[in-house]
């Protein structure tokens, strides 16, 4: 069974030659791990709006939908749509890298989470995540900038366009795990706010002119 999980593996590999993008998972997860144990927050962020936002368990589960995005939605435009794979790849990666960058030369931290005193099982979680999840290295927000990453892609698709179902569900889920982060005391308004310029600033210069004419982002739109 491995064995041909395998060879279906470097057969897709072989068709989409571009899926090799996908590596970049091995880079991410090895430095997100590596700037969690080696940096120390130097900068505390903070801002009277988060004082304002009070912690709410159920967003647990948007927050947790997260990690399927993060992974499944590369996958999907893989298998579906070439260009669409590569803007996504562009902005996505593009955007944890700056944030790498930014943790590393101005390693920022939080000082927002209180105890958790619920006694349900979403409460039980929160507290779990608390001890795996430190608050360092949280501005800007990857939590954000990658889903919003994803929804700019998805209003932008050319396959997508008359899926305004699939589209909406996007954008609600999008703007949910946004809101998660703050309101489980994951990020400051300020962490949000720069994870949703990074994915801006870089989704305009994937969709610019000059991209669509000259870069290989824009090859082709087709189910390849």
């Known amino acids: 069974m491995i064995g041909r999980a395998a060879d ?4 897709l590999v072989r068709e989409k030659p571009h899926s090799k993008f996908l590596l ?13 144990r080696v940096t120390k927050p130097k900068y505390i962020l903070h801002c009277a709006l988060d004082d304002m936002i009070p912690f709410c368990e159920w967003f647990l589960i948007p927050y947790a939908l997260w990690f399927l995005i993060l992974f499944g939605a590369p996958v999907y435009f893989l298998l579906t749509d070439r260009r669409d794979f590569l803007k996504l790849c562009f ?8 944030c790498f960058l930014v943790y590393l030369i101005a390693p920022n931290g939080l000082n927002l989470r209180t105890e958790v005193t619920g006694d349900n099982l979403l409460c039980e979680i929160a507290r779990l995540l608390y001890t795996v999840d430190t608050p360092t290295n949280v501005c800007p927000s990857i939590h ?11 209003q ?16 609600l889920l999008m703007g949910s795990i946004t809101l998660s982060t703050m309101f489980l005391k994951q990020h400051s308004v300020i962490d949000v706010v720069c994870g949703i310029a990074l994915s ?14 000259h870069s290989p982002l824009s090859a082709g739109s087709t189910v390849r």
């Open 8 to 11: 279906r593996l470097k057969a």
């Open 156 to 171: 932008r698709s050319r396959r997508l366009k008359k899926r305004y179902g699939f589209r909406t569900a996007s954008f």
């Open 91 to 98: 902005i996505m990666f593009n955007g944890m890298t700056f």
């Open 24 to 36: 970049y998972y091995v880079f991410y997860l090895i430095t997100f791990f590596t700037l969690e």
């Open 144 to 154: 954000v900038a990658s889903s919003v990453a994803v929804d700019l892609v998805v």
């Open 200 to 213: 801006l600033v870089l989704c305009a210069v994937a969709y610019s002119p000059w991209m669509e004419r």
